[in-house]
């Protein structure tokens, strides 16, 4: 079994900044890759931003380039996404995953966290 929880969330207004922390224990400490995703009100879940094992390889959707930092502690068996200058379109749940199934690059994963809410005001 493995487990995730998501946490930062909150209520933000417009260029403002959050860290969301996601914090793995079980199965999900393991040597495997992590990921955000968010779902926004009425729409589709989407990939946010990925990272590897050992934190050599990340990928961000463009929507987030140079707004978004991922970022993981293996000692700490945590990983963050620090976001800055968010936009009302960054709102939604934010979900953290472990484990892709496949390549790094997979948008399926084992292991998936509740969810954070991010609102971003106007």
């Known amino acids: 079994q493995g487990q995730l929880v998501e946490s930062g969330g909150g209520l933000v207004q417009a260029g403002e900044a959050l860290r969301l922390s996601c914090a793995a224990s079980?199965?999900?400490?393991?040597?495997?890759?992590f990921a955000w995703f968010r779902q926004a009100p009425g729409k589709e879940r989407e990939f946010v931003a990925r990272?590897?094992?050992?934190?050599?390889?990340?990928s961000y959707a463009d929507s987030v380039k140079g707004r978004f930092t991922i970022s993981r502690d293996n000692a700490k068996n945590t990983v963050d996404l620090q976001m800055i200058n968010l936009k009302p379109d960054d709102t939604g749940v934010y979900y953290c995953?472990?484990?892709?199934?496949?390549?790094?690059?997979?948008?399926?994963?084992?292991?998936w966290g509740q969810g954070t809410q991010v609102t971003v005001s106007s």
């Open positions: 995953a472990a484990d892709p199934i496949g390549p790094i690059t997979s948008p399926h994963y084992i292991y």
């Open positions: 079980g199965r999900t400490t393991g040597r495997t890759g």
């Open positions: 990272i590897d094992w050992g934190a050599f390889y990340t």
